[in-house]
């Protein structure tokens, strides 16, 4: 299978139900043509650096993807097609994988990346026990 990465800007105006809608409708198509989703991730409304069909901002939404050569042709057909969406571009990333491996390496990744945030780092604890050692000497002064 090939890995792909598509980017897409929703138009900014779209209520929540609207906004779903296209998400899904760009799931549905990935998974009718058998891919295999890795990640998928929406980065919210962003300014552009040009206007798109006279918009100034858009919702940015990153789809990472296995499938087939035809999957990412239908993907960006129906995106073009959605009026919803303003603009896509989609980039082969690999042309032979494994799905599962690229599944449990971006699980890994996200449970390396939360795991940081629960535990406090070994700088901020250091830079704490140096600004107790100078406030212990000031005092004893």
């Not at 990465?5 to 990935?30: C, G, M, N």
């Not at 082969?92 to 449970?111: H, I, Y």
């Amino acid at each position: 299978m090939k890995y792909y990465e598509t980017i897409f800007i929703a138009h900014p105006d779209l209520t929540e139900e609207e906004y779903k809608a296209a998400l899904a409708r760009s799931r549905e198509v990935i998974e009718k043509q058998n891919g295999v989703f890795v990640k998928f991730q929406e980065w919210g409304k962003q300014r552009l650096a040009y206007s798109i069909k006279k918009q100034d901002k858009g919702s940015y939404v990153l789809v990472n993807y296995c499938g087939q050569g035809g999957v990412s042709a239908e993907l960006e057909r129906i995106l073009k097609l959605d009026d919803r969406i303003l603009k896509a571009m989609t980039v082969k990333l690999e042309d032979s994988v494994d799905p599962e491996e690229l599944l449990r390496k971006e699980e890994e990744a996200q449970n390396r990346n939360a795991a940081p945030a629960e535990e406090p780092s070994n700088e901020s604890q250091e830079a704490d026990s140096g600004s107790t050692e100078s406030k212990e000497e000031e005092s004893n002064a």
